[in-house]
């Protein structure tokens, strides 16, 4: 392997992070706060003693954990814009963009994820304290505001955090849908320029770094909150 | 929803002319099936090795262990594929890369894609593996070493065999997880069930019938392998030991 040609890296450097590397993030921060909400909400239903809110939610994060994420991306890629015509009352499917589709299907995708996460959050709380809420004569949501959930949530902040992790890895799958995110970015200077190791091994590269460095922040979080414990 | 729906297309011929719509997808199945399956042996294989080696007191094992972990941990599923399909032959001899490149298809997608499912999942094996042996109380070791064992023999005939079975739950969504990413695969050029899926909407527009169809192929293929692995965790289950329940973990 001779003539690795750093050049096209650095010519294309702005490219990657200023297109590429925002969108990656931005995606995934928005993934991660609409998941988080919305997985939060599933797990309340998912515990909830009224049978058929119950089942709804586990039907539905049991759908989402079985198939593909890519083929949960090609599903949302087609559906949202009949679903936006319907909700807008338009006779034909409207255009919506891939950065759009793409927060949309990730946070869908990752609010099962997260429920499951956040379900076992609250199963690991003492059932005395949900009591002492209602005896103290605090209603569901208010229990489960202020004294369930935020004991829940700090308990569960590194797996979070991993699932966050995860989350930024698997953001590159827009690149099915030809969105311009860190990879697709990344692909389209390859591509371009035929430069498809040079660009392939950099993205490799800064993937790792950025994900290695965040799982060293997560585990130094998790030994901190195993000595409280 | 204005949408016309038409599930007779599935009985409609594809242009390929191999068959029905349904047909091509169950085709396409058995290319996911026949990937996940391969890529499964090889992390099977290399997990259990890397993972046993994470637990030894070789301390320079257990750091290429996991240097090893890290690296096809925080690499995205999809790089790594490009890595396998572009970059890999590359960096071989000549002749070998060529004749990697010129393999005909679906073989010069297919081996990239076990090669890389394969040593992606063997990763979460070796952590699961890991987990496994570390869970066993230490007097097992102990009385191993007492009896006269070498390391090699404790792990061989007391550790190693209480810890496969152990793991045996979480392994079941790790083989779910194998047939679910094998679908990255399509991204170079393997026509496994979710790449016929898209295939089959480019064709004929009928965009969500080719969707369901493969949702719902996906649904019966991961309701198999649970029941297949419960029976198999059944058979071998350690008499005396609560079945193990799985912590919170995150996952995709």
Partial sequence: MEGFDFDVIERSLGYLFREGMTFTVTLTLIAMTGGIVFGTLLAMMRLSSFRPLSMLAGAYVDLMRSIPLVLVIFWFFFLVPYIGAWILREANPIKVGAF???AITFTMFEAAYYCEIMRAGIQSIARGQVWSGYALGLNYWQTMGYIVLPQAFRNMVPVLLTQTIILFQDTSLVYVISATDFLGAAAKVANRDYRLVEMYSFVAVVYFVISYSMSLVVKRLQDRIAIIR | MNYNWNWRILLETEPGGTGSY???LIVGLGWTLATALAAWVIALLIGAFVGTIRTTTMRWAVRAGNLYVEIFRNIPLIVQMFLWFFVFPEFLPTALGD????MPPPWGSYVPAVMCLGIFTSVRVAEQVRAGINSLPRGQRFAGTAM???QFQTYRYVVLPQAFRIILPPLTSESMNIIKNSSVALTIGLL???G????????????????TAATVIYLLTNLVVVLLMRALEHKVRVPGLIAAGGAAQAGH
């Fill in chain 2, 192 to 194: 496994e069930l979710t």
């Fill in chain 1, 100 to 102: 759009y589709s793409a």
């Fill in chain 2, 148 to 150: 006269g064992l070498t």
């Fill in chain 2, 99 to 102: 004749w990697i490149k010129q």
């Fill in chain 2, 22 to 24: 349904l047909h091509y």
């Fill in chain 2, 196 to 211: 016929r899926a898209r295939a089959m909407q480019e064709f004929s527009f009928k965009v969500f019938e080719a969707f």
